[in-house]
C-alpha cells in the first residue's frame, strides 16, 4: 500500500455505452498523460491553466497505433477530488479502446488503483471532511470486500493453482541463490548454471502463457484473429470492403517498419479485429475452385474466429459444404451474402448451433448485424466487455504477471553479467508480484525452503 | 523522583549486556552491571568467531554507533578473513575467529576503564516493578534502586543442560542457571516460552593429526572489523576442516534413542540453521558427509572448537563417534558437547526501543528475547542501552528503519513477527540488502551515533570528509572525459569493447571489467582505498541502488503514519476479529509495522490507513475545543 505514487483506473462503472473515462491521480499523472497524448494542434498537458478540456488522440508510440480519440482534462492540484493532480482522459471509442489506454497508461508508470483509493487518497489528504469519514471506510471496505470476493471467486479456477505452483517454483529458485549466498562456508556447491536456466526458463515459459492464454491480454495485444473464407465469387472482397469501409483501424506508420500488406485491422465497437489473408480474398475471383478451399483452409488455420461466407442466391455447393464441415470445431459465423438476389440457399443444410448472419455486401445490408456478432462471438461468456470489477482484477493479474515475467527474464539475461545478490533482486521481484495475485507476502518462505533442502548449519 | 542507586542497572555481562552498559555510561549515565561472575564478562560460549554473513554487517553497525564489539573482535582477533569475496559488495562479510580469553580480558578492561560504569557481583533474582514503572532488582543479598532496567540474561533463565537422556540445571557449561528470575518476569505478566540450542564438543588440539585436514588461513593483510582499528598485533592461526563419514553417521543413528532430541525430552525448539549432527544425519541422510570446521579457542591453548557437530548425545557416544572422523582418531575430548534449554521473552512485547510495553522503563536484550548470536545479542544491547538512556535524559526514541541498518532489521522482525525458534540475521532477511552494506556501515550511521554521543567529534569530522570526497569524485567522474586513444589500450587489456569517441570515465568505470586502479594515472585521484570502494561501488552498482533507495522511499511513507499509542482497533468497520487480534497483540508503532505483522492484509492497511486520520482528526479538534 503506497499512498504517493499515481494511480489510475477506469472511473465510470460503463457497461455497453462505449464512452468512460480513465482517470489518473498522483505527482506523475500530467507527465504520464503526456506519454500517451497527442493534441492535433500540438497542445501540451503540463503547460497552460489548470481545469481544461483538450481534444486529441491516444497512440501507442510503441507501434504508433492509434487507440482512442479522446478529450482530456488536466486538473491541477490542489483543487481537484484527491487533491492530487488528476488527468481524466474520456475516451468514446468503446469499452476496449477505454482498456487499451488504461494499460497503456499502467504501461508508462502509473499503478492501477486499489478499490477505493481515489476517495481514499481524497479523504487522507484532507478533501473529504470527518464527519464523512466513515462512510470513505464504509466504500472502501465493501469494494474491497467485493473486490476479494470476485478475486477469490476468479481464484478458485485454475489460475490459484498455477500461481501457487510457480511461485513454490520461484521459492526453490530463490533458495537456491539466497542459500549460496547466506551460507559460504557450508558445503553447498555453486548453483548449477545450468539448473537454474532450466528452473528459471520453465518459470518464464509458464508464465509467458499465463500472460498469452488471457484471452483478454491477447485480443488486446493482436486483435481477434479473422478468416474471411468460402468458395470464390460469393463476396468475400465485397464483404471485407464493406467491413473496412467505416471502421478501417487507422495506425500510423512506424519509421522503418514495412507494413504487412496482406492484413487490415478493423476496429469494431473497439474490438480490435485482424483479417488475415486480404491479398488471398481479393485475388480469389478468377482462380480454381479447389484452390480457393486450399487457401480458405489455411487462412482458417490459427484464425480466432472465421467468417464463412455463402452465395445466398445459389445452392449449396459441394465446396460450400466441405468448407462448412471443415470449420465446425472453430469460432464460425455464416455469413450469407448476395440476400438482395432471390434467395436459393437451402437453409435445412447449415449447421443449426451456428450463428447466421444475412447480407448484402455490395448494397450494405445487415454489415451492421454481422459486426454485432463478430462482438459477441468474440468474447461469448468472458464478460471482456464488461468494464466491471472482475475485469479490473483480472488487469490487475496480468500486470502483476507481467512484471513477474519481466523479472525472471532480467534474471535469465544477467545470469552471467549480474551478481548473485542482484539477481536474487530479480527473483525477489517476480516473487512480490506472484504473491500479488494472491495475496501473500512472506519473505520467510525463503529461509523454510533453504533449511529444508539445504544442510545449513555448523 | 526519589534519590536511585544508579540511573540504569543492566543484568547480565554478555555481549548485550555489555554493549548496553557502555552505551549508557557513555552517554552520561551512572551504570551498574550485574554479573554472576566477573571473570566470564564478554564470554563466547558458542564458537569463537565473531562476524559471518549478516553478522558482520550487524557489527559494523554497532561498531559506526560507538559500540565497543568490532575493537575488541579485532583486538582479540586471531584470524581475518572476507567471506563471499567472489560475490557482489553487499553480500561481503568479514568473520574473525577471536581468541576467547583474550576477548573477555578486553571486554572487561574497557568496562572497567568505563567512567561512570559499575561491575557488581551477584545474582538478581527479582524485578521490582511499582504501578507499571520498573523500581529497580533484588539480588541475592541486596535491592537496588534505579531508573532503568535492562535484562539480558541470554540462556541462563531456567536453563536446563542435557547431555544423553542425563539433564541438570544450568546457565551454562559448568555456570548455575537463573531461577528466581525468570518467576519475577512471569509474575510481571510477560508471556515466555522456552527455546533450545546446542554446543559440540571442545577438543585437546596436541591430540589431533591436522596433516590430514584442510588447512584455511585468514586473508592478509587481515580485514579489520572495526573502521577504528588501525593494526592488528596477535599472530594469525589457522582453521581447519575434517568430515564425518559412513562410519560417524552409523554410530549417531545406532544411539539416537539415547538423544534428548529424539526421545522427546528436550520441549525447546531448536535452530534449524545450527541443527546438531544428530539432526543433520536424520534429515540429510542421503548427505554421505558433514563439514567440520575445527577453530582454535586462542594463542595462548591448545584447545580448539569442532564447529559442525554439535550434539546432546551422552559422552561415551561421543567420544565413540568423533574418533571415526579423520584426524580425529587419537582425540581426547576436554568438555563434552551438550544442548541447553532455556527461557525466552515472546519479543511481540516490546517496543522498537526493547522496553517492554508492560512496564515503563524494564528493557530486554540478546538471547531473552530469543535471538540467538553474539552479534544479534550485542546489536539489542546497544539499542536497548541507548533508549534507556534517552529516556531517562527525557529525549525521543533511537530507533532504526529496515532501510537504515540490519539493527533495524532485527528488531523490526522481532517485535513483529516474534520468533519461535533462536533467531538469527541472514542477508536475506533484509529486503534493502544492496543498500545496507558493511562497507557503507560509517556512512549510514555513524552520524547518529555521534548524535546521541557515543561518537567522537574527530571521528565525526572524518566521515564528513570522506563523505565529501567520495562525493566530489563521483562528481569528477561523470564530467570528466576520455579520450578513445588513452582508455582504449586499458580496454584492450581488460578484455573489454573499445570506446570511439570520448567518454566520461563515470561511464568507463561502469563496466564491470574496468576497476578505479584502471584508469590511467593522468586521470586518477590519489584517494583513500575506502573513498576508491565507494567510488567503485556506487558507480557500477548505481541502477539498482537507485531501485532500492526507490522501494525505500516508498516504503518510508507509510512508515511514517504513526499508530497512536491509545488507538482502539475493534470497532473499525470492516476489519475482522482475526486482524484485530493480531494487531492488538503487537500494536504497531505506524502503518509500515501493521503491514508486517503476519496475516495483516493489504485491505486491512487500507482500512487502517483511513481508521487512523479519522482519529488525528477527531483529536485535532478535541483539542482545538479546549484551546
Known sequence: MHIEDTIAAIST????????????SGKDAIRIAERVFSSPRGKSLSRGPTHRLLYGHIIDHENGELIDEVLVSVMKAPNTYTREDIVEINCHGGPLPLRRVLELVLRHGARLAQPGEFTMRAFLNGRIDLAQSEAVLDIINSLTEEGQKVAMEQLRGGLSKRITGLREGL??????????????????????????????????????????????????????????????????????????????????????????????????????????????????????????????????QGSDLVLLVLDGSEELHETDIRLIEESRTKDVIIVINKIDLPTRISPERLPPDKPLVRISALKGIGIEDLKEEIVDMSTKGRKVYEIDTPLVTRQRHLMALKRAHEAITSFLEGLDSLSPEILALELREALDALGEIIGITTPDDILNRIFSEFCIGK | ?????????????????????????????????????????????????????????????????????????????????????????????????????????????????????????????????????????????????????????GTFLNGLIHIG??????????????????????????????????????????????????????????????????????????????????????IIRDNLRYSPLYSGRIVGRGPRYCPSIEDKVVRFGDKPRHQIFIEPEGIGTDEVYANGISTSLPEEVQE??????????????????????????????????????????????????????????????????INAALKIKGESPFILRRDEAYIGVLIDDLITKGTNEPYRMFTSRAEYRLLLRQDNADLRL?????????????????LLRKKAMI?????????????????????????????????????????????????????RNGLDPEVVRQVEIQTKYEGYIRRQIEMAERFKRIEDIRIPDDFVYRGIPGLSNEMVEKLEEVRPLNLGQASRIPGVTPAAVSLLMVAVERHRRQNHRKKGALS
Not at chain 2, 13 to 39: K, Q
Not at chain 2, 241 to 249: K, P, R, S
Request: hydrophobic fraction near 35%.
Open chain 2, 471 to 523: 562525493e566530489s569524485e563521483i562528481e569528477r567522474l561523470k564530467v570528466t572525459r576520455v579520450k578513445p586513444g588513452v582508455i582504449n589500450p586499458v580496454l584492450r587489456r581488460l578484455g573489454g569493447s573499445e570506446i570511439r569517441e570520448d567518454t566520461t570515465l563515470y561511464q568507463i568505470l561502469k563496466r564491470p571489467e574496468v576497476s578505479y586502479m584502471d584508469i590511467p594515472d593522468s586521470h
Open chain 2, 165 to 250: 537422556l542425563r539433564n541438570f540445571p544450568s546457565g551454562r557449561a559448568g555456570e548455575p542457571p537463573s531461577t528466581g528470575l525468570s518467576r519475577s518476569l512471569r509474575a510481571i505478566g510477560l508471556r515466555m516460552g522456552r527455546l533450545k540450542t546446542g554446543t559440540p564438543p571442545r577438543l585437546d588440539g596436541r591430540s589431533i593429526d591436522f596433516s590430514v585436514m584442510e588447512r584455511q588461513d585468514g586473508d592478509t593483510p587481515p580485514p579489520f572489523m572495526s573502521i577504528f582499528t588501525a593494526q592488528i598485533t596477535n599472530p594469525q592461526l589457522p582453521c581447519y576442516i575434517t568430515y564425518t563419514n559412513d562410519h560417524t553417521h552409523r
Open chain 1, 171 to 300: 521459492i526453490g529458485l530463490t533458495a537456491i541463490v539466497e542459500a549460496y549466498i547466506d551460507f559460504p562456508d557450508e558445503e553447498i556447491t555453486p548453483p548449477d548454471r545450468n539448473e537454474l536456466v532450466e528452473r528459471a526458463g520453465r518459470i518464464q515459459t509458464e508464465l509467458g502463457e499465463l500472460i498469452s492464454s488471457s484471452r483478454y491480454g491477447l485480443i488486446l495485444r493482436e486483435g481477434v484473429k479473422t478468416a474471411i473464407i468460402g468458395r470464390p465469387n460469393v463476396g468475400k472482397s465485397s464483404l471485407l470492403n464493406a467491413l473496412l469501409q467505416h471502421d478501417r483501424a487507422i495506425v500510423t506508420e512506424v519509421p522503418g517498419t514495412t507494413r504487412d500488406i496482406i492484413e487490415e485491422y478493423l476496429n469494431i465497437k473497439g474490438l480490435p479485429v485482424r483479417i488475415m489473408d486480404t491479398a488471398g480474398i481479393r485475388d480469389s475471383g478468377d482462380i480454381a475452385e479447389m484452390e480457393g478451399v486450399e487457401r480458405s483452409l489455411r487462412a482458417m
Open chain 2, 1 to 153: 523522583m526519589e534519590r536511585v542507586d544508579y540511573d540504569i542497572i543492566v543484568v547480565g555481562a554478555g555481549h548485550a549486556g555489555c554493549e548496553a552498559a557502555l552505551a549508557g555510561a557513555r552517554m552520561g549515565l551512572s551504570v551498574a552491571v550485574f554479573t554472576m561472575n566477573p571473570w566470564t564478562i564478554g564470554q563466547m560460549s558458542c564458537n569463537p568467531a565473531v562476524g559471518g554473513l549478516a553478522k558482520s554487517h550487524l557489527v559494523r553497525e554497532i561498531d559506526a554507533l560507538g559500540g565497543e564489539m568490532a575493537k575488541v573482535t579485532d583486538r582479540a582477533g586471531i584470524q581475518f578473513k572476507i567471506l563471499n569475496r567472489s560475490k557482489g559488495p553487499a553480500v561481503w562479510a568479514t568473520r574473525v575467529q577471536c581468541d576467547r580469553a583474550l576477548y573477555r580480558r578486553y571486554m572487561r578492561e574497557v568496562l572497567e576503564g568505563q567512567e561512570g560504569l559499575e561491575i557488581i557481583g551477584g545474582m538478581v533474582e527479582e524485578v521490582i516493578v511499582e504501578r507499571g514503572r520498573v523500581w529497580g532488582i533484588r539480588t541475592n543479598d541486596n535491592i537496588y534502586r534505579a531508573k532503568a532496567v535492562v535484562i539480558a540474561t
Open chain 1, 13 to 24: 462503472p460503463l457497461g455497453y455505452s462505449g464512452i468512460g473515462i480513465v482517470r489518473l
Open chain 2, 320 to 385: 565413540e563417534f568423533i574418533r571415526t572422523i579423520r584426524g580425529l582418531e587419537d582425540v581426547r575430548i576436554n568438555k563434552y558437547g551438550y544442548a541447553i534449554e532455556y527461557d525466552f521473552v515472546y519479543p511481540t512485547q516490546l517496543r522498537p526501543t526493547l522496553e517492554t510495553k508492560l512496564v515503563s522503563g524494564l528493557y530486554l536484550a540478546g538471547q531473552i528475547n530469543g535471538t540467538s548470536g553474539y552479534e544479534e545479542a550485542a546489536a539489542q544491547g546497544i539499542i536497548a542501552g
Open chain 2, 446 to 462: 555513524m552520524e547518529k551515533g555521534y548524535r546521541i554521543g557515543l561518537i567522537k567529534k574527530e571521528h565525526m569530522d572524518a
